[in-house]
């Protein structure tokens, strides 16, 4: 490239990145770097599991792209939506201070780009740094349209660990051989449950206990006696997993981009949309190790894919052919395994939970059966008691409007959206041992669209308790533009006046697990202006309906006023 071109180029990344800083200049302070991202969504052809398919991906890539940034950078991504399905991305676990429009649920907050269309995200990393993921949030393409972001903290600030000889990415994934855009129509037609996946995956690598899988495996090269940190990301749709390492302890450091005091352990636990930082000392004998994932399955008689994804902790002088040491899971079922890894999460520092309660809510999770309606019961009620399955919070199952909500809330479009989610669920019982789950009990659910408004500056706390309608589960609920304080959680019943509270260093999340057969507590601020999805992060559930909305109004303060739609904002 001639010189003059190179200047050229550089005037033009200089006026675009200027552009951006003067008209967000009044918003956030100076420091951080503009970052440009171009994602194509594109299909390209696989081979695994002895088949060929057609999968959608950003750039050609499985998993994607990896967004690297530092804290307070301002990132910017153009989404080109070259395959013929509905296309979205949300950045998972980013605050979105400000920046609603950009945080990417399909008929939340923006509608789909559609096929041939493109949108640019624009978003700020405002105080913000660690293990996050983007992926697809629309049907199911999430099984393959998922990538990491990795902040970095600012420059000659120091991890609060040692500092690691490597670092490396691990996300953990599902794989289908089917259409999952089809799947997902299939399953909600059928009003059964969803087919187990074909595979676990380790970076999109099945490993060697699946068919025509043995050289399909990811692996990391290690040097004896130095430390690795490895991000962990569950991109899956629908399992929660444990992941171990064969005779290697992990410290867990990190959970959802937050610090923590550091927690050893030989095994962790993720479910769909957490992200966790572990270090790993290679001070074994030399020899190949598995890196293992497998199923944690909490639910009573549901079907699911019980193989282990491995992959290779290799150390370097290991005999190349040599079989790997192997990696002990717990049993699928092992609920305590999950709580103990819940249980050593702490942050780092203490921090300031909010004490006095503006807004409580008390929010039951779980599934429901609905009566069938369908005229040809055999195809389409499939679920328990030849009905259909749905999933609900307060037993209100979530509709997807026709145009995103925070547009119909923003300007005002009449009919997408009601304003009266409940506080609380309209009657009590045993939520746990009592639940109406055999006809001729009532086990249906409401539809609606419904959202809870909250003011500016409200410190809300949020109590999710767990149902035994069908089965009693862990769910990961993931609440959009905040992370929250995880002040408790138990088994049975919530009951305020024996509840145990850490309002000292509680580990701040986007994703809890509510524990099966249990509940959760949680606190934040409601200080961001925006309409935010707060759902169950198994896709299925989602899909059933297991989320509502909660619209947080405008301050009246500099920096509290939610900014106007961006010109490209896709049309439903």
């Given at each position: 490239?001639?010189?003059?071109?190179?200047?050229?180029?550089?005037?033009?990344?200089?006026?675009?990145?200027?552009?951006?800083?003067?008209?967000?200049a009044?918003?956030?302070?100076?420091?951080?770097?503009?970052?440009?991202?171009?994602?194509?969504?594109?299909?390209?052809?696989?081979?695994k599991?002895?088949?060929?398919?057609?999968?959608?991906?950003?750039n050609?890539?499985?998993?994607?792209?990896i967004?690297?940034?530092?804290?307070?950078?301002?990132?910017?991504?153009?989404?080109?939506?070259?395959?013929?399905?509905?296309?979205?991305i949300?950045?998972?676990?980013?605050r979105?201070?400000l920046?609603?429009?950009?945080?990417?649920?399909?008929?939340?907050?923006?509608?789909?780009?559609?096929?041939?269309?493109?949108f640019?995200?624009?978003?700020?990393?405002?105080?913000?740094?660690?293990?996050?993921?983007?992926?697809?949030h629309?049907?199911?393409?999430?099984?393959?349209?998922?990538?990491?972001?990795?902040?970095?903290?600012?420059?000659?600030?120091?991890?609060?660990?040692?500092?690691?000889?490597?670092?490396?990415?691990?996300?953990?994934?599902?794989?289908?051989?089917?259409d999952?855009?089809?799947?997902?129509?299939?399953?909600?037609?059928?009003?059964?449950?969803?087919?187990?996946?074909?595979?676990?995956?380790?970076?999109?690598?099945?490993?060697?206990?699946?068919?025509?899988?043995?050289?399909?495996?990811?692996?990391?090269?290690?040097?004896?006696?130095?430390?690795?940190?490895?991000r962990?990301?569950?991109?899956?749709?629908?399992?929660?997993?444990?992941?171990?390492?064969?005779?290697?302890?992990?410290?867990?450091?990190?959970?959802?981009?937050?610090?923590?005091?550091?927690?050893?352990?030989d095994?962790?636990?993720?479910?769909?949309?957490?992200?966790?930082?572990?270090?790993?000392?290679?001070?074994?004998?030399?020899?190949?190790?598995?890196?293992?994932?497998?199923?944690?399955?909490?639910?009573?008689?549901?079907?699911?894919?019980?193989?282990?994804?491995?992959a290779?902790?290799?150390?370097?002088?290991?005999?190349?052919?040599?079989?790997?040491?192997?990696?002990?899971?717990?049993?699928?079922?092992?609920?305590?395994?999950?709580?103990?890894?819940?249980?050593?999460?702490?942050?780092?520092?203490?921090?300031?939970?909010?004490?006095?309660?503006?807004?409580?809510?008390?929010v039951?999770?779980?599934?429901?059966?609905?009566k069938?309606?369908?005229?040809t019961?055999?195809?389409?009620?499939?679920?328990?008691?030849?009905?259909?399955?749905?999933?609900?919070?307060?037993?209100?199952?979530?509709?997807?409007?026709?145009?995103?909500?925070?547009?119909?809330?923003?300007?005002?479009?009449?009919?997408?959206?009601?304003?009266?989610?409940?506080?609380?669920?309209?009657?009590?019982?045993?939520?746990?041992?009592?639940?109406?789950n055999?006809?001729?009990?009532n086990?249906?659910?409401?539809?609606?669209?419904?959202?809870?408004?909250?003011?500016?500056?409200?410190?809300?706390?949020?109590?999710?308790?767990?149902?035994?309608?069908?089965?009693?589960?862990?769910?990961?609920?993931?609440?959009?533009?905040?992370?929250f304080?995880?002040?408790?959680?138990g088994?049975?019943?919530?009951?305020?006046?024996?509840?145990?509270?850490?309002?000292?260093?509680?580990?701040?999340?986007?994703?809890?697990?509510?524990?099966?057969?249990?509940?959760?507590?949680?606190?934040?601020?409601?200080?961001?202006?925006?309409v935010?999805?707060?759902?169950?992060?198994?896709?299925?559930?989602?899909?059933?309906?297991?989320?509502?909305?909660?619209?947080?109004?405008?301050?009246?303060?500099?920096?509290?006023?939610?900014?106007?739609?961006?010109?490209?904002?896709?049309?439903?």
């Open positions: 490239m001639s010189s003059m071109a190179n200047l050229l180029c550089f005037s033009v990344l200089f006026l675009t990145m200027s552009f951006s800083y003067c008209c967000m009044h918003k956030w302070p100076a420091g951080g770097s503009t970052r440009f991202y171009d994602f194509k969504v594109q299909t390209m052809k696989v081979n599991l002895c088949n060929t398919k057609e999968i959608v991906t950003i050609k890539m499985f998993p994607g792209p967004v690297y940034a530092q804290e307070d950078d301002r990132i910017i991504v153009k989404v080109t939506n070259e395959t013929p399905y509905n296309a979205t949300h950045w998972h676990g980013v979105q201070k920046s609603c429009w950009f945080d990417g649920p399909s008929y939340i907050t923006q509608c789909p780009i559609q096929a041939g269309a493109s640019t995200y624009e978003f700020t990393l405002v105080q913000q740094k660690g293990t996050f993921f983007w992926h697809a629309v049907s199911w393409l999430r099984a393959t349209v998922y990538g990491a972001i990795v902040v970095y903290p600012k420059t000659e600030v120091p991890y609060p660990f040692e500092h690691p000889y490597e670092e490396h990415i691990v996300i953990l994934g599902e794989y289908w051989l089917r999952v855009v089809q799947l997902e129509r299939e399953v909600l037609a059928s009003g059964g449950a969803a087919p187990p996946a074909d595979a676990f995956t380790i970076n999109s690598h099945p490993g060697p206990n699946y068919n025509c899988s043995r050289n399909d495996v990811y692996k990391i090269d290690v040097v004896p006696g130095k430390t690795y940190l490895l962990l990301i569950n991109a899956g749709l629908n399992m929660e997993n444990f992941f171990a390492i064969a005779y290697h302890k992990l410290t867990i450091v990190e959970a959802d981009a937050e610090y923590t005091k550091p927690f050893t352990t095994r962790v636990m993720l479910g769909p949309g957490q992200t966790m930082n572990v270090l790993v000392t290679a001070n074994q004998p030399i020899g190949k190790y598995s890196m293992a994932m497998g199923p944690y399955m909490s639910a009573q008689n549901i079907s699911f894919q019980n193989i282990s994804a491995i290779y902790f290799q150390y370097s002088g290991a005999v190349l052919n040599s079989i790997s040491l192997p990696a002990k899971l717990p049993s699928f079922n092992d609920n305590l395994a999950a709580k103990t890894v819940m249980d050593g999460l702490r942050s780092l520092n203490p921090v300031n939970v909010p004490k006095e309660i503006d807004t409580e809510l008390f039951t999770v779980g599934l429901n059966v609905n069938c309606r369908s005229k019961p055999r195809n389409n009620c499939r679920g328990m008691n030849n009905g259909t399955f749905a999933a609900s919070m307060n037993n209100i199952s979530f509709v997807m409007p026709t145009v995103s909500i925070l547009e119909a809330y923003y300007k005002k479009i009449g009919g997408q959206f009601t304003v009266d989610f409940p506080g609380a669920p309209l009657r009590f019982y045993d939520f746990v041992n009592g639940a109406p055999n006809a001729p009990n086990t249906q659910a409401i539809n609606g669209t419904r959202t809870k408004v909250l003011k500016f500056g409200s410190k809300v706390q949020l109590i999710f308790q767990d149902t035994s309608t069908v089965t009693t589960e862990n769910h990961p609920i993931h609440l959009h533009g905040y992370s304080y995880v002040v408790g959680y088994t049975g019943n919530y009951n305020s006046q024996t509840a145990n509270f850490n309002l000292i260093d509680p580990p701040y999340m986007n994703t809890i697990g509510v524990p099966v057969g249990g509940w959760a507590a949680i606190r934040f601020v409601a200080d961001n202006p925006g935010w999805f707060m759902h169950c992060h198994l896709e299925i559930h989602q899909s059933w309906g297991l989320g509502a909305v909660l619209i947080v109004e405008n301050g009246e303060g500099e920096l509290e006023t939610l900014p106007h739609p961006p010109a490209d904002l896709p049309r439903c």
